[in-house]
């Protein structure tokens, strides 16, 4: 393993708004990996959005499973000061700690910073703050901000727990014969995309 290529794939990664329904971004990233690092395989992307990565002839010996999204919000109402938002699922009411730096792709692919606040007693008046809501109209991915860490042996940022194993099974794409890399989709919002590319492969293992 290369481990400054690990971490350059990591860090473009964890910056990337996938939340729930908005992985092509990370699909892309990954194919164009996998046609970098000149990795012979079959790959299809199905209806619920998965990155199905087939090795070999008995490919379905073995499936690794590693979810592109991340959780986020979405925007759901536009105010010249604010933008209304809603997670991607029921939540239970956010912590202090929640609240705070989030981050939004324009549609001119310029990302800007704004603030997560609640205005209500619970999850139902959450509102990014920032000066110019009109390049994010409804439907615009949110996530929290995440700038990669690295100091030794400590890796921090949020979105770890994805974006690594993303990354890892990128690595192993490299190293296995046979198998299948099933990168998945709606993790978040409840495990939408993987049993659909579980139940289309029927791998006799599953990691």
Known sequence: MNKKVF?????SIIKIPSVSGFESEVSSFIVSKLKKEKIKA???IDTKGNLIIRKGKN?????????MDKFGFYVVGNNKNYLQVVGVRKLSKLSNAQMGKVYLQGGDNKGIYGTLKNKGKKNNNLRVYLKNTESFPIGTPVIY????SLKGEIVKSAYLD??????????ILKTIDEGTIIFSSQEEAGFLGV?????????????
């Not at 901000?145 to 990669?148: D, F, P, T, V």
């Open 7 to 11: 971490q350059e794939y990591l860090k």
């Open 42 to 44: 079959i790959w299809n």
């Open 59 to 67: 490919f379905s010996k073995l499936a690794i499973v590693a979810h």
């Open 145 to 148: 901000s995440s700038e990669l």
């Open 162 to 171: 994805n974006s690594l194993g993303v990354c890892s099974a990128i690595e």
């Open 195 to 207: 049993s659909s590319a579980i139940h289309m492969v029927k791998p006799s293992k599953v990691i």
